[in-house]
């Protein structure tokens, strides 16, 4: 990136120059749309800009505020804009660039502003969005978008927007009540979702009233660059990224979900982010497409364990007390960014989210354990385990409140491939005990899910770790409010043995 910079301050420096440096002071507040913010670097196929100067983009064009950039086929624009920021529109784009204000004197009180109406465009960002994050904003048809000192892709459509990001991180909100088109800076309230780098290849899709993290496969988003583009501008950081392993979409932390391994639920009661994929809550269905497998040490397919819902072998009571148990190789790990009301000793923020190690998750905390926590599962034995520590959350009307876990049991047992558990919990807000209890197959990947025919029944889904000698799972349970309402008791667990 050395040279990227070089080279960013030689064209700057030509662009000032050009104009007598009178852009560079403008006082702030003064109208802009007369004067240039921005030259272009690389130009190729039919583009054009639509505004001040109606007239084709090629190499040393200048853009000024109220230019609307159109592209064709096969068409690719590149932007440096004053403050060093460069822009990058794709083939089939409309970008409109609604306010550049920056005093490289004050760049704390800079104003940018874009709209992408249609197609795909990069962004990075220079001193302005750097210095004044409150007040840069790209927005969409259907999602506005603000920055934490970034370099993010946006591609959207009428109705739908995806953004990925190659460095730092950005905040992507549903346009609508809470988050005006008119507004400068990140979105906030419920729906408003942080998307960082370092979550891997992961986009955030964005429709009416949504924001989905999915899994970035190739062609997803990204349009490849052009050829002939300079490589500063092509290459920028993102060669990086490519070394990020792709994640599966149970590994995405969403809430409204409960993922683990490769078995997505959606929690009955929460419907923010809820995934496309989420698992129906039919048990002839789940074992066919998620158990479809012979244990490797006989014959018993997992239909039959699920149609058949034997209840497990009653196991003995553990020997030792979770006191003494081993060190746990699970790590807490925590999505959101600030506690659940009423939480005491909230897990730790996650800052460099590593996905491939995440095991469950419940869209709001995880637990991660070592890449090959799953690498060993025994196939024989019965065992009962101890409930380490458990986290557990009523669904609200303004969100997420802070429940308890009084006490539970899991029973596994390898042999058969099934397990049996039970959680004893509260809430404030509810009267009496809440209890859950479940039972169904375990893979031999380790992985293991309640099976139900019933959407009300409890749900769980979890997993084997550490050779057999600790499990996770999240859970969710139906539950009525004492005062009538409808809503789910969910969180996640953690065992050992």
């Known amino acids: ?271 923010a982010g809820a995934q496309a994929n989420s698992a129906p809550v039919n048990a002839l269905f789940a074992a066919r497409t998620l158990f479809s497998e012979q244990r490797s040490q006989g014959s018993a397919d997992a239909v039959g364990v699920a149609q058949t819902a034997k209840p497990a072998t009653s196991l003995p009571l553990p020997l030792n007390p979770a006191t003494s148990l081993p060190a746990s190789t699970l790590e807490w790990g925590r999505w959101a960014s600030a506690p659940i009301p009423g939480e005491s000793d909230p897990a730790p923020i996650i800052e460099r989210a590593d996905y491939t190690r995440m095991l469950v998750s419940d869209g709001v905390n995880a637990i991660f354990g070592p890449s090959d926590a799953r690498a060993v599962t025994p196939k024989e034995g019965q065992f009962q385990f101890v409930l380490r520590d458990a986290r557990a959350a009523l669904m609200t009307d303004a969100g997420p409140t802070a429940g308890r876990i009084q006490g539970g049991t899991l029973g596994i047992d390898f042999a058969e491939g099934s397990f049996q558990t039970s959680l004893r919990g509260s809430h404030e807000a509810v009267d009496g005990t809440i209890v859950l209890t479940a039972q169904g197959p375990l893979r031999s990947d380790g992985l293991f899910r309640a099976v139900s025919n019933d959407a009300l029944d409890p749900q769980v889904v979890g997993v084997v770790a550490n050779a057999g000698k600790e499990a996770v799972y999240v859970f969710s349970t139906p539950v009525k409010t004492r005062g009538g309402s409808s809503t789910s008791f969910f969180g996640l667990t953690r065992w050992g043995r």
């Open 1 to 271: 990136m050395k040279g990227f910079k070089v080279q960013g301050k030689e064209l700057a420096a030509a662009f000032f120059q050009c104009f007598g440096f009178a852009l560079l002071f403008l006082p702030f507040g003064t109208t802009a749309s007369a004067q240039p913010v921005g030259e272009v670097l690389f130009a190729v196929g039919s583009a054009s800009v639509q505004g001040s100067s109606g007239s084709s983009l090629q190499r040393g064009s200048f853009v000024s505020v109220g230019d609307v950039l159109e592209t064709g086929a096969g068409s690719h624009v590149h932007i440096r804009f004053v403050d060093g920021a460069l822009l990058s529109v794709r083939p089939n784009s409309r970008l409109a660039i609604d306010q550049y204000q920056f005093d490289a004197e004050r760049p704390q009180a800079s104003q940018v502003k874009f709209q992408l109406r249609e197609g795909t465009a990069r962004s990075i960002t220079g001193k302005a969005g750097e210095s004044a994050k409150e007040r840069f904003r790209l927005n969409t048809p259907v999602a506005a978008v603000g920055v934490r000192g970034t370099d993010f892709v946006t591609a959207t459509s009428a109705l739908r927007t995806s953004v990925v990001v190659n460095t730092g991180a950005v905040v992507v909100a549903p346009l609508g009540q809470g988050c005006s088109a008119d507004s400068l800076g990140p979105c906030e309230g419920l729906l408003a979702r942080v998307l960082s780098a370092e979550m891997g290849r992961v986009l955030a899709q964005v429709e009416p009233g949504a924001v989905r993290f999915l899994p970035l496969r190739p062609g997803r988003i990204e349009q490849a660059p052009h050829p002939a583009e300079p490589a500063s501008i092509a290459q920028g950081s993102s060669q990086r990224r490519e070394q990020v392993e792709p994640v599966s979409a149970a590994q995405i932390a969403t809430p409204g979900v409960l993922t683990a391994g490769d078995v997505t639920i959606q929690i009955n009661g929460l419907s």
